[in-house]
């Protein structure tokens, strides 16, 4: 190939900033934006310079890849059909809203021999890339993702929504299976759990706690983990880390040694779909495959059934001390 023709269907609060980066990649040609509601395509097409469609059928035959943003719910059946056409497919996080409809990417994209790539963007932070050659053996990780209240994702709750971002990086960084989940979560300003916390055990003795929230006063993405005399503190927002390491044993005078890794600033996204038409012109490996994005997925939907039953166990305690009539003693 010389440059790939790519298009993106979706183009809300994401998708439009793929078909930003794709516009100025040398090596694609933005053939083409796709969304149902009137005018958006065009919003987004015209200072582009590509064209707008509301099907996106009108992109079959024209694009040799895609990236989808549409409602989780939409991934399954639009990326099955683009990969049917030959298309290559990024699909954004999560990969879909249910193992049978990752399993049918998957198979779709084998049957195909194209590429399938999962759209977890943090895996493209500078910070993660630094972070991943100083991984020996994690033992605690302590994840808190908060954000502030957006009516942006409410097809999905807050664990597919921003916790899973931690869950892939987690999951990336631990060899092992996860063997125990525990969680919590709560529904607070919308028909879906808006606050959720998780404890993870790993086959190898890994624990990690995992906190996400989307109703907070502030935005905070940090990721902290201990492993064999090494505390290490990343910040997803600012793109650095800090290590902190116990020296000196050897010679009977150990110290507390901090450094901070401050790689270049780059934005993640842009990293994200180079990779992306590396592995769709056969000269770099994908990032994150689907059967990557369905490990993900399976542990949110595992946490995600947990928290779900742990609050329809609290609403219930709440009725029942709600209709017990109380007791009242007069001790006159």
């Known amino acids: 190939m010389d440059k790939i023709r790519v298009g993106v269907v979706g183009v809300g609060a994401l998708g439009q900033h793929h078909a930003r980066v794709y516009s100025t990649l040398p090596d694609a040609v933005l053939v083409g934006v796709v969304d149902t509601r009137p005018g958006r395509a065009e919003e987004i097409a015209r200072p582009l ?3 707008a469609f509301t099907d996106y059928h009108e992109l079959f035959g024209k694009i040799d890849a895609v990236s989808i943003a549409t409602p989780t719910t939409l991934h399954a059946e639009i990326g099955e059909q683009f990969l049917q056409q030959g298309v290559s497919v990024l699909v954004e996080k999560p990969i879909s809203h249910s193992l ?29 890339l630094a ?3 100083l991984v020996s053996k994690p033992l605690f990780f302590e994840a808190h993702r908060m954000g502030l209240f957006s009516p942006r994702s409410h097809d999905i709750d807050v664990i597919l929504d921003l916790m899973i971002h931690d869950l892939d990086i987690i999951s990336l960084l631990v060899s092992a299976p996860p063997v125990h989940v525990d969680a919590v979560g709560i529904a607070i300003l919308t028909g879906r759990i808006d606050i959720a916390n998780a404890r993870i055990r790993f086959a190898d003795g890994c624990v990690a706690n995992v906190t996400a929230s989307r109703v907070s006063m502030e935005k905070i993405r940090k990721l902290r983990f201990f492993q064999a005399r090494e505390y290490i503190s990343i910040d997803y927002t600012r793109q650095d880390v800090t290590v ?6 050897s010679i009977g005078a150990p110290q507390i040694v901090t450094r901070k890794l ?4 780059q934005e993640p996204l842009a990293l994200e779909l180079r990779s992306f038409l590396d592995a769709v012109r056969g000269v770099g ?3 994150c ?3 990557e994005g369905r490990k993900t997925l399976d542990l949110a939907l595992q946490i995600l059934g947990q928290a779900e039953r742990a609050q329809a166990q609290a609403l219930r305690s709440v009725d029942e001390r709600a209709t017990t009539p109380s007791l009242e003693i007069d001790l006159a």
């Open 100 to 128: 049978t409809e990752a399993d049918r990417l998957i198979r779709a994209a084998e049957s195909k021999g194209l590429v399938l790539q999962v759209g977890h963007l943090e895996r493209f932070n500078p910070a993660i």
């Open 262 to 265: 401050t790689p270049l600033h």
């Open 49 to 51: 310079q590509t064209r």
């Open 244 to 249: 902190f390491r116990l020296d000196g044993l």
């Open 289 to 291: 495959t689907g059967a």
């Open 285 to 287: 490996p994908i990032a």
């Open 131 to 133: 972070v991943r050659e």
